[in-house]
C-alpha cells in the first residue's frame, strides 16, 4: 500500500505538471496517444522479461519524436499524424500480446492500471523520470511558456523554441510512463488532463495552474487510490471520477471566462 | 539598462529573392534596401505576399533564390523581432503582460539561467517605454488591440532587437492606438532599429512612415509614401479599383 501511495502521489502531481501546457497548447489528445503508443515498449518488456515501465520509456520517447517527424516530413497536422501512429502502435502492441505465448498479464490490468500491484522498480522508474521532468520543466519553462504562446515569434528568436518544443513531447512520454502504471492506458489522460483544465478554471496564471493542478493531481489520485481500495475497485477508474468531480465542481463555480 | 541607441544601427538588404509556396511562387525576384533607421511600411492586398516576405526575412521559410542581409553595427546589436499576426498567437495560455516582455529575454538567458536583477529591470524599462507598467500583471486577454501591440513591441524591446518585423500590427486597432503605436515605433526608429509594418490601411501612411513598400508577389514600387502611390502602382497592386482609389483621392 505505502508503495502504491507513492506511486499516486508521484503520477498525481507529475501528469498534471506537464499536462498543464498540453491543455494550454491544445495538445491533450497526444497524451492519450502517447497513452495507446507505448503498449507494444510494455509487451516487449513481458517478452524480454524486463520491468515493463522500464520498456515503455524508449517506446514513448520514440513515438513522441516521430509525431513531429512525421508532421514535418508529410506536411500533415499533429493530430492526424498522432491519429496515425497512435493507432499504428496500438495496433502492434495488440498483436504482439496476442503472438505471446509466454505473457501472462490481464489486458485489463493494462488498460485500467493496477496501481496496488506496482513493484518496487516500478516505483524507482517512475522517481528516475519525476527528477528528469522536473529538470526539463526548469530548463525549459521560459522557452516553454514563449513557445507555448507565439510559436513564431519563439521560433525567430533562436532555435531553442524548437529543442524545447522537443523537449516537452519527451516529458510527456515520460510521465505517461509513470501514469500509466496507475490509471492504465485508457484512463491516463484523466490525470493529464483534468486536474490541468480544471486549475485553469481556478487560477489566473499559468503558474499558479502549474501548482494548483499539481496539488488537485495528487489529491485526486490519493483519495481515489483509497476509494479503489476499500471498494474493491480499480484504482484507475476511482482517481479518474474523483479528479473528473472536482473539475465538475470547479466548472460550476468557475471565475475564468471563456478565452 | 537598454543599451545605448548606437548598437541597434543595422541595415537591411533583400536581393532578387524569389520564396516558393506549394509549388507556387509567392514572391519573386524582391529587391529593395532598408537603411539604419527607417520605418516602413508594407503594403498589398490579400495574397499579396506580405507576411511570405516577413517569414522570409525571418528565416521562417526558406529562400528559393536570391539573398536576405542584415548588417548590423557591431557584436552587441541585437538580433531580429517579429511580432505575428494575432490568429497565430496562443490566447488560451494565461500569461501576463510582464511574462511576455520577459521573453523576450530568453535569448539572452540561455538553458540554466533563471531571470536575474538586470532582466526585470530591462523589462521594466521596455514596459516604461510603450507604456505599460501600470498593466504588468494584467493577462494579455484583458488588453485591447493597440495595448497587446505594444507588449510585443515592449518584447522585441527587452530582446534588444534591432530589426522589427510587424504583421498586420493595425488589424482590430483603433485609430488613436494606432496612432500611440507609431509614436513607439517612431522613437525606435530614431534609435537607427529597423522597423517593418504589414498593412492593409492605405490611409495615414504619410507623416507616419518614412518609406512603403509596395507588394504584390513582386515589388511594385519603394520610397517614400508621397511619392509611391502612382495610379499605375495602385493598378499593379489592386487592378481597375485600385485606379480608382488613386483618382478619387486626387479629386
Known amino acids: 500500500m505505502v508503495r502504491a501511495l507513492i506511486g499516486a502521489i508521484l503520477v498525481g502531481v507529475m501528469c498534471p505538471l506537464v499536462g498543464s501546457y498540453a491543455v494550454t497548447r491544445n495538445l491533450a489528445f497526444i497524451g492519450d496517444a502517447l497513452a495507446h503508443a507505448v503498449l507494444p515498449g510494455i509487451v516487449l518488456g513481458y517478452i524480454v522479461g524486463i520491468n515493463p515501465a522500464i520498456a515503455a520509456v524508449p517506446t514513448g520517447v520514440a513515438v513522441a519524436l516521430l509525431v513531429r517527424a512525421v508532421s514535418r516530413r508529410a506536411g500533415l497536422s499533429s493530430d492526424t499524424s498522432i491519429g496515425i501512429l497512435f493507432a499504428t502502435m496500438f495496433a502492434l502492441g495488440l498483436v504482439m500480446l496476442a503472438r505471446s505465448t509466454t505473457i501472462k498479464v490481464n489486458i485489463e490490468d493494462l488498460l485500467l492500471g493496477q496501481i496496488l500491484a506496482i513493484t518496487p522498480t516500478g516505483i524507482y522508474v517512475s522517481l528516475g523520470i519525476t527528477v528528469m521532468v522536473i529538470l526539463g520543466l526548469f530548463t525549459f519553462h521560459h522557452w516553454l511558456l514563449f513557445a507555448s504562446f507565439d510559436p513564431l515569434g519563439a521560433q525567430v528568436n533562436s532555435t531553442r523554441a524548437n529543442v524545447a518544443d522537443y523537449a516537452f513531447l519527451v516529458m510527456l512520454a515520460l510521465v505517461v510512463v509513470i501514469g500509466i502504471q496507475a490509471a492504465g492506458i485508457v484512463l491516463v489522460l484523466a490525470m493529464l488532463v483534468t486536474p490541468a483544465a480544471t486549475a485553469y478554471l481556478l487560477v489566473r496564471r499559468f503558474v499558479s495552474i502549474m501548482i494548483t493542478a499539481a496539488a488537485l493531481g495528487a489529491a485526486a489520485a490519493v483519495t481515489g487510490l483509497y476509494v479503489s481500495y476499500y471498494l474493491n475497485l480499480s484504482a484507475g477508474p476511482a482517481m479518474t471520477l474523483v479528479a473528473s468531480g472536482v473539475f465538475a465542481l470547479a466548472l460550476a463555480f468557475k471565475r475564468r471566462a471563456p478565452a | ?251
Not at chain 2, 31 to 40: R, S
Not at chain 2, 74 to 87: D, F, W
Open chain 2, 1 to 251: 539598462m537598454i543599451a545605448a541607441p548606437i548598437s541597434h544601427r543595422a541595415s537591411m538588404s533583400l536581393q532578387d529573392v524569389s520564396v516558393e509556396i506549394g509549388g507556387h511562387l509567392a514572391l519573386s525576384n524582391v529587391t529593395f534596401d532598408v537603411e539604419a533607421g527607417t520605418l516602413m511600411g508594407v503594403v498589398g492586398p490579400n495574397g499579396a505576399g506580405k507576411s511570405t516576405l516577413f517569414n522570409a526575412i525571418a528565416g521562417l521559410l526558406p529562400v528559393r533564390q536570391g539573398t536576405v542581409t542584415l548588417h548590423r553595427a557591431g557584436q552587441e546589436s541585437g538580433g531580429l523581432a517579429y511580432v505575428p499576426q494575432r490568429e497565430s498567437v496562443n490566447w488560451r495560455l494565461p500569461v501576463t503582460v510582464m511574462d511576455v516582455v520577459m521573453m523576450g529575454r530568453c535569448c539572452r538567458l540561455g538553458w540554466f539561467r533563471r531571470p536575474g536583477r538586470r532582466d526585470r529591470e530591462i523589462v521594466k524599462a521596455c514596459l516604461g517605454r510603450v507604456g505599460l507598467w501600470d498593466h504588468r500583471s494584467a493577462l494579455m486577454t484583458e488588453l485591447s488591440g493597440g495595448q497587446k501591440q505594444r507588449v510585443f513591441v515592449g518584447r522585441a524591446l527587452a530582446q534588444e532587437a534591432s530589426v522589427l518585423l510587424l504583421d498586420e500590427a493595425f488589424s482590430g486597432v483603433d485609430v488613436a492606438a494606432q496612432e500611440a503605436l507609431v509614436e513607439v515605433l517612431q522613437t525606435l526608429r530614431d534609435e537607427g532599429r529597423i522597423v517593418l509594418l504589414a498593412t492593409h490601411d492605405l490611409t495615414n501612411l504619410t507623416g507616419r512612415f518614412d518609406q512603403v513598400l509596395c507588394l504584390n508577389r513582386h515589388v511594385c514600387a519603394c520610397g517614400p509614401p508621397e511619392q509611391v502611390f502612382t495610379p499605375e502602382v495602385m493598378e499593379q497592386m489592386y487592378g481597375a479599383h485600385g485606379v480608382r482609389l488613386t483618382t478619387d483621392g486626387e479629386r
